[in-house]
């Protein structure tokens, strides 16, 4: 089983519905982070946690929300899709820096949204 | 803040023909920087990363990678490719200290002709 699992891994859905992308983990990491990914951006940052009682805006978080409901779960929501928030999204876990660790990212498979 | 530029957003290369792509990063303090590697349809994997000591960094699958400071440059380099080196290759750098997060570079796709 992969250390990092989001679901689903391909959702169409249509314009003005609710979203939901679960991730969860097994990797024990306190630090969760979201990204969405766009063909010639590479990877932005749309929210991180670093443990359950801290949540973080990263580079493009308007129109997102997410709750980190426990260490290994943390989820990105979208109240109201649009077209443009079509992507590939990730989530991604890390372990702490410094005090052990580097910060090097481990990364699931990723989930498809399409926004009609 | 700290930026990455992947000047390639393309590169072809014949099979067993040697690769280099390249990243330059900018950063006022000292860095970890790293290379990720998707494959298709895949979420992205570390392949290698440089924290500290040897400027050369030997990761998975035959890839290396030389940390240049005076040019603030960390290319990727492979001898001989091979079609299964296809996918698309990240940089990434954050400062060495503090909670700093990833900075990606917009990736090079690497396409390997048979």
């Known amino acids: 089983d992969a250390d990092v699992t989001q679901t689903p891994r391909n959702r169409i859905t249509k314009t003005g519905k609710r979203i939901m992308l679960e991730c969860s983990q097994t990797?024990?990491?306190?630090?969760m982070y979201w990204y969405r990914q766009d063909p010639g951006l590479g990877l932005q940052l749309i929210y991180y946690?670093?443990?359950?009682?801290?949540?973080n805006k990263g580079e493009i978080s308007d129109g997102y929300s997410v709750s980190r409901q426990a260490q290994a779960k943390f989820s990105l929501s979208l109240e109201s899709a649009i077209p443009n928030q079509t992507a590939l999204y990730f989530c991604?876990?890390?372990?702490?820096?410094?005090?052990?660790?580097?910060?090097?990212?481990?990364f699931g498979e990723g989930s498809r949204l399409t926004v009609l | 803040a700290q930026s990455v530029t992947q000047l390639d957003s393309q590169v072809p290369v014949f099979e067993e023909a040697p690769v280099e792509l390249r990243c330059n990063y900018s950063?006022?303090?000292?860095?970890?920087l790293f290379w990720y590697v998707q494959y298709p349809n895949q979420g992205l994997q570390l392949l290698l990363k440089?924290?500290?000591?040897?400027?050369l960094v030997k990761g998975i699958n035959g890839f290396e990678a030389e940390f240049n400071k005076s040019q603030t440059s960390f290319h990727l380099r492979k001898p001989s490719v091979h079609i299964s080196d296809t996918a698309e290759y990240f940089c990434?750098?954050?400062?060495?200290?503090?909670?700093?997060?990833?900075?990606f570079g917009t990736g090079t796709r690497l396409t390997i002709i048979p």
């Open positions: 991604a876990t890390s372990d702490p820096s410094p005090g052990g660790g580097t910060g090097e990212l481990f």
């Open positions: 440089y924290l500290s000591g040897s400027t």
């Open positions: 990434a750098v954050r400062h060495n200290f503090g909670n700093e997060k990833l900075t």
């Open positions: 946690s670093f443990d359950v009682k801290d949540i």
């Open positions: 950063s006022s303090v000292s860095v970890y």
């Open positions: 990797k024990g990491h306190d630090r």
